[in-house]
């Protein structure tokens, strides 16, 4: 999956979550997709997303 795919599937991810703290965190790793932080696909937060919550 390329990074452009992955970043689509985290929006759409973003855009359907139940509230918005589910949201903003998906839009933030859609955004490290696209950085090269991490894989949309790892099931736990990456560096950059730890950085953005923090």
Same mark, same amino acid.
């Given at each position: $999956?390329t990074?452009?795919? %992955?970043?689509? %599937?985290? $929006?759409?991810?973003?855009? @359907?979550? @139940?509230?918005?703290?589910?949201? *903003?965190? $998906? $839009?933030?790793?859609?955004?490290?997709? *696209?950085?090269?932080?991490?894989?949309?696909?790892?099931?736990?937060?990456?560096?950059?997303?730890? @950085? *953005?919550?923090?």
């Open positions: $999956m990074p452009e795919e %992955q970043y689509v %599937q985290c $929006m759409d991810a973003a855009y @359907a979550a @139940a509230d918005r703290e589910t949201c *903003l965190k $998906m $839009m933030r790793r859609a955004e490290g997709v *696209l950085r090269g932080e991490f894989s949309a696909q790892t099931g736990s937060d990456g560096p950059g997303e730890r @950085a *953005l919550a923090g």
